[in-house]
T-cell receptor, first 112, second 110 residues
Framework: DVKVTQSSRYLVKRTGEKVFLECVQD?????MFWYRQDPGLGLRLIYF???????EKGDIPEGYSVSREKKERFSLILESASTNQTSMYLC???????????FGQGTRLTVV | GIQVEQSPPDLILQEGANSTLRCNFS?????LQWFHQNPWGQLINLFY???GTKQNGRLSATTVATERYSLLYISSSQTTDSGVYFC????????????FGKGTHLIIQP
């Protein structure tokens, strides 16, 4: 059974903190993605990676960075968390041209 | 990038009813998926269907790639079918992710 695991389901952080969201996949996929989901705005792509140490900006990269040191792990970093980054964060593995994408369980982040 | 439109945005049905959800794309896609978002927020894969028809129990999906739309059929609805259904497509040449529609919020009443 395919598996994409996000490190936390719920997270509460303070404004200005550095926040790490981790995502691990066991499908040997090259592509991995981070989305955020907000009411009325749907799912929006933050960053993606198509190989180890490779990363590309998505539609809303401001305020975020990513790290892909190993193929199975893709981390999203909030350099200095702000209240407007309170959201649901979803990691995906696979996807792209002819590959099915699978999602993790999501991390609901609240920045106070 | 492509635009994805889903309809209807909201749908309320009685248990046992059938429903059809539609997804239109602004451009051709070579990867199309349907998801169900459960109450805890996880996106559950329903179908990977760039073209043709697939069935899985009470659910089936059809994609007509040449006309840029896909349909999700739910028959004999159950309350556990409630939730948000998303379609998502990919049309790019690189690994730049799926583009999602805004979703259809389905409520099945007992």
């Amino acid at each position: 059974d395919v598996k994409v695991t996000q490190s936390s389901r719920y997270l509460v952080k303070r404004t200005g903190e550095k926040v790490f969201l981790e995502c691990v996949q066991d499908m040997d996929h090259e592509n991995m993605f981070w989305y955020r989901q907000d009411p009325g705005l749907g799912l929006r792509l933050i960053y993606f990676s198509y190989d180890v140490k490779m990363k590309e900006k998505g539609d809303i990269p401001e305020g975020y960075s990513v790290s892909r040191e190993k193929k199975e792990r893709f981390s999203l970093i909030l350099e200095s968390a702000s209240t407007n980054q309170t959201s649901m964060y979803l990691c995906a593995s696979g996807g792209g041209r002819h590959t099915e994408a699978f999602f993790g369980q999501g991390t609901r982040l609240t920045v106070v | 990038g492509i635009q994805v439109e889903q309809s209807p945005p909201d749908l309320i049905l009685q248990e046992g009813a059938n429903s059809t959800l539609r997804c239109n794309f602004s451009d051709s896609v070579n990867n199309l998926q349907w998801f169900h978002q459960n109450p805890w927020g996880q996106l559950i894969n329903l179908f990977y269907i760039p073209s043709g028809t697939k069935q899985n129990g009470r659910l089936s999906a059809t994609t007509v790639a040449t006309e840029r739309y896909s349909l999700l059929y739910i028959s004999s609805s159950q309350t556990t079918d409630s939730g948000v259904y998303f379609c998502a497509g990919y049309s790019g040449g690189g690994a730049d992710g799926l583009t999602f529609g805004k979703g259809t919020h389905l409520i099945i009443q007992p």
